[in-house]
DNA sequence: TTTTTTCTGTTGCAAAAGCAACAAATTATT
DNA sequence: AATAATTTGTTGCTTTTGCAACAGAAAAAA
């Protein structure tokens, strides 16, 4: 994403200019934020990846988003509506940059160029979140397993350009994702593959179709 | 929604104020819009109710979203990713305005009054859809209709603070929101109504549970 | 390197969801 | 008011999905 190498420019020229910003870093597993309404923290990944989950009461673990490098986060995208906690999830050692802000639309009152730059931006972060959100939906929304893996791999395969590619989740991951049953999903990655639809090695997944 | 307001006062004030806004009227079933990148263009809904719909391969109707009374919609708020079509559907006689823009973000050339107000709620509107979209994807991702059923009722109840409700769908739309098949939730409605959770006549809702 | 943990791949069985078809009720249309 | 169209409610049957359990592979930790 194009947007990526604005952010990069200027976190790396600004990350100090700002007494409200504070960089940390976690290692697998660990979490990195929860969300919670009125925290007013924005966060932004340096490096690493890192899963937005949900645990349901049944105990279902939902990965709702999933973050690589540059990628923002916090609870400006994504309003907490119901009871069930928000977590962000450490796939690996991760270096993270928080951002405590008073009021995300108006200026900082030292008047910092981090703010400021953040401002202009967020109007877009929101946007790009909100074409993140409306994939997620359109692959949600298919009626069987089959269409949600194959929705995911056009996905990724106009993503990448390539028909040829790695998955970013492990297959359990996956699941989660897709939110279907593991073994379910693996019967129907089976299935794809007899079927001729896919090749399949290890993670590695290459269309065979179109 | 108190946003609602805001558009509500700026759009019967303003409406004239900007030669590239037309009003138009639509009856039932009529297409209000369809949805193409870069058509940069952006409707308020000032009266009656309708539907973002979504045709996929296998005939699959899918309801996106739901519009009622000074909402928003436009491409600008889904990014189209993938080769199905969106349609705006009229569910009665609806009254729409139609606002065509060079760049959302930046001032309209001639500097009119609705064009400023828009750019200004611009942010919040987006962020209003966002999370609609976040609402929409917890539904989606629970794993059985029973649980789509009560977490939808659950939202409606929460929105309008009461326990009894009449649905804004019809069951048969209710089914192409929540992404089943309507014979299998009128099953799962049948049965929650048998196991004492809901009270049902016609597509009034009372919960009976907590 | 060895041990432990997590992930992958598989399967039988049970439960849930989808499909198809139809009658009754409700809502539009003429 | 009569007719047509749509929506609701229901059910038997089929297919898909979920659950549980386990063995082997791979990855992480000791």
Same mark, same amino acid.
């Given at each position: 994403?194009?947007?990526?190498?604005? @952010?990069?420019?200027?976190?790396?020229?600004?990350?100090?200019?700002?007494?409200?910003?504070?960089?940390?870093?976690?290692?697998?597993?660990?979490?990195?934020?929860?969300?919670?309404?009125?925290?007013?923290?924005?966060?932004?990944?340096?490096?690493?990846?890192?899963? #937005?989950?949900?645990?349901?009461?049944?105990?279902?673990?939902?990965?709702?988003?999933?973050?690589?490098?540059?990628?923002?986060?916090?609870?400006?995208?994504?309003?907490?509506?119901?009871?069930?906690? #928000?977590?962000?999830?450490?796939?690996?050692?991760?270096?993270?940059?928080?951002?405590?802000?008073?009021?995300?639309?108006?200026?900082?009152?030292?008047?910092?160029?981090?703010?400021?730059?953040?401002?202009? #931006?967020?109007?877009? /972060?929101?946007?790009?979140?909100?074409?993140?959100? =409306?994939?997620? @939906?359109?692959?949600?929304?298919?009626?069987?397993?089959?269409?949600? #893996?194959?929705?995911?791999?056009? /996905?990724?395969?106009?993503?990448?350009?390539?028909?040829?590619?790695?998955?970013?989740?492990?297959?359990?991951?996956?699941?989660?994702?897709?939110?279907?049953?593991?073994?379910?999903?693996?019967?129907?990655?089976?299935?794809?593959?007899?079927?001729?639809? @896919?090749?399949?090695?290890? =993670?590695?997944?290459? /269309?065979?179709?179109?």
């Amino acid at each position: 994403m194009n947007i990526s190498f604005d @952010i990069k420019q200027f976190v790396e020229t600004l990350e100090n200019s700002c007494h409200k910003v504070r960089k940390k870093t976690f290692s697998k597993n660990e979490v990195i934020t929860n969300y919670i309404e009125k925290r007013n923290q924005l966060c932004i990944l340096l490096d690493g990846s890192a899963d #937005l989950v949900r645990y349901d009461l049944n105990g279902n673990r939902t990965i709702i988003d999933h973050f690589s490098k540059y990628d923002v986060f916090g609870e400006v995208f994504y309003i907490v509506s119901t009871n069930n906690e #928000l977590f962000v999830e450490a796939k690996g050692k991760c270096e993270v940059l928080f951002y405590i802000y008073d009021d995300i639309k108006k200026k900082c009152k030292i008047n910092c160029k981090f703010h400021e730059t953040l401002t202009e #931006l967020l109007p877009e /972060l929101i946007l790009n979140k909100v074409t993140n959100l =409306n994939m997620r @939906i359109e692959l949600l929304t298919k009626r069987s397993i089959r269409d949600k #893996l194959v929705g995911y791999f056009n /996905l990724i395969s106009s993503m990448y350009l390539t028909k040829s590619f790695s998955l970013p989740f492990s297959l359990t991951d996956l699941a989660d994702y897709l939110s279907v049953d593991r073994s379910a999903m693996m019967r129907e990655l089976k299935l794809l593959k007899e079927d001729g639809f @896919i090749e399949k090695t290890g =993670n590695k997944i290459t /269309l065979l179709y179109k």
